[in-house]
């Protein structure tokens, strides 16, 4: 099976289901019984391979996980409860007190508040640079520094960075490259193919179908060489590939309890089958609001990275083709006149998320980022003036006459 949407629908069972069910059933059940105690001692033990706590494994949950392993070729995948669960279960599983990661600040909101507001009280150090601008990075690196950490299309920026750039730069200095892929979907771009070790994604978006449930994704490219990470050393000699898998299945993931829950994998497995159509119509959808927001005269800019107006369109398009993603951000003349755009709305949503069926729209800088002072915003590539569009897959004739009546009004 090679196609995306073959393999997302005829994933096999890991053990086939006593009733020839088609597809797997949800295991909405806590704990599992075993037959012995030597049974039981030996799962705990890891001996053997068995569900018997849904905190740490369960059925439901490990298909989601083989699902998206077989699609992506990656060496293990981990569900959890959100995409920021993933974020925070990832750099816990890999850095340590005294340790720094190198990131943007041209990132979404709530990672910079983990980043700065959660994990830096603990001792991790972050450091800023420009990822457009390769030649910013490399002086923040040093001995203690564990990971590089970006979005493959920032949120809201739109940022895209030279991926094979950042990789090479990784591997001279044997460090991670952690890739946070939710604006670029598992359909048309696999992260392993640009040198990326450990990918992140929020599966509440594309993987869900449409928003109906929360959940996040670790995905293990199988590239790295564990023995590099201090706080892996003793798995490194255990597990080998496996040793940041069995870092987060034995400690991280197992004592911090942000498990996904098997009603909302079982959603999401069915999300996964129908990915590729949405991706396509949700890409196709953005491209052409981007085009028609670039007309209006009201307009006073539109970011779109599969425009050839982007200083990013390059990059974008060498990376993920003709699908740039589904996401828009434009600007108007105030902070004023954008609130008056989303009031004057009729169909698009005034809600946060974004690959919703739904297009919905945000003014980021009073919402996502309301915590940030203006400096830092700004900082942040975040001004009181922009509109942040999460295109859906409506009739995109209608998407545009709701824009046009909402800018006049």
């Given at each position: 099976m090679s196609g995306f949407t073959t393999r997302a629908v005829h994933a096999p069972f890991l053990k086939k289901d006593s009733h020839g069910a088609l597809r797997m059933p949800v295991y909405d059940s806590v704990s599992f019984e075993l037959e012995t105690a030597e049974e039981i001692e030996e799962a705990f033990a890891g001996r053997r391979p068995r569900h018997t706590y849904t905190r740490i494994t369960n059925p439901t949950v490990e298909h989601l996980e083989q699902k998206i392993k077989q699609i992506t070729g990656a060496g293990g995948v981990v569900a959890v409860s959100s995409g920021m669960a993933a974020i925070a279960n990832t750099i816990l599983g890999i850095a340590r007190q005294g340790e720094n990661l190198v990131t943007t600040r041209s990132i979404f909101g709530n990672t910079y508040s983990l980043f700065e507001?959660?994990?830096?009280?603990?001792?991790?150090?972050?450091?800023?640079?420009?990822?457009?601008?390769?030649?910013?990075?490399?002086?923040?690196?040093?001995?203690?520094?564990?990971?590089?950490?970006?979005?493959?299309?920032?949120?809201?920026?739109?940022?895209?960075a030279d991926i094979g750039g950042l990789a090479a730069l990784a591997r001279r200095h044997k460090i991670l490259l952690i890739a946070d892929?939710?604006?670029?979907?598992?359909?048309?771009?696999?992260?392993?193919?640009?040198?990326?070790?450990?990918?992140?994604?929020?599966?509440?978006?594309?993987?869900?179908?449409?928003?109906?449930?929360?959940?996040?994704?670790?995905?293990?490219?199988?590239?790295?060489?564990?023995?590099?990470?201090?706080?892996?050393?003793?798995?490194?000699?255990?597990?080998?590939?496996?040793?940041?898998?069995?870092?987060?299945?034995?400690?991280?993931?197992?004592?911090?309890?942000?498990?996904?829950?098997?009603?909302?994998?079982?959603?999401q497995c069915l999300g996964l089958e129908t990915l590729a159509l949405r991706a396509d119509r949700s890409c196709q959808n953005a491209r052409a609001l981007a085009e028609f927001l670039g007309r209006h005269r009201k307009v006073k800019k539109v970011n779109y990275p599969g425009l050839e107006s982007s200083p990013h369109y390059d990059i974008a398009t060498r990376l993920f083709g003709t699908r740039c993603g589904a996401l828009v951000t434009f600007e108007l003349s105030s902070r004023q006149e954008c609130f008056a755009f989303l009031n004057g709305l009729k169909l698009l949503r005034r809600a946060t998320n974004i690959h919703d069926n739904k297009t919905l729209a945000l003014h980021p800088a009073s919402t996502i980022f309301c915590e940030y002072p203006a400096d830092l915003k700004r900082q942040m590539g975040v001004p009181e003036t922009l509109i942040r569009l999460a295109v859906g897959i409506e009739d995109v004739e209608d998407l545009s006459a709701d824009l046009a009546q909402a800018l006049e009004d």
């Open positions: 507001r959660t994990l830096k009280p603990w001792g991790l150090e972050t450091r800023y640079a420009d990822f457009t601008r390769p030649e910013t990075i490399e002086p923040l690196i040093d001995l203690n520094t564990r990971a590089l950490f970006f979005e493959t299309i920032t949120n809201p920026q739109l940022e895209v892929t939710t604006a670029t979907p598992l359909y048309f771009f696999n992260s392993r193919d640009y040198g990326v070790d450990i990918e992140v994604l929020s599966s509440t978006k594309y993987v869900s179908g449409g928003a109906t449930t929360v959940g996040g994704i670790i995905i293990d490219n199988g590239t790295y060489n564990w023995a590099q990470v201090p706080r892996l050393e003793q798995e490194a000699k255990q597990f080998g590939p496996f040793a940041f898998l069995m870092k987060l299945k034995r400690e991280v993931y197992r004592n911090l309890g942000a498990c996904l829950s098997p009603h909302n994998a079982y959603l």
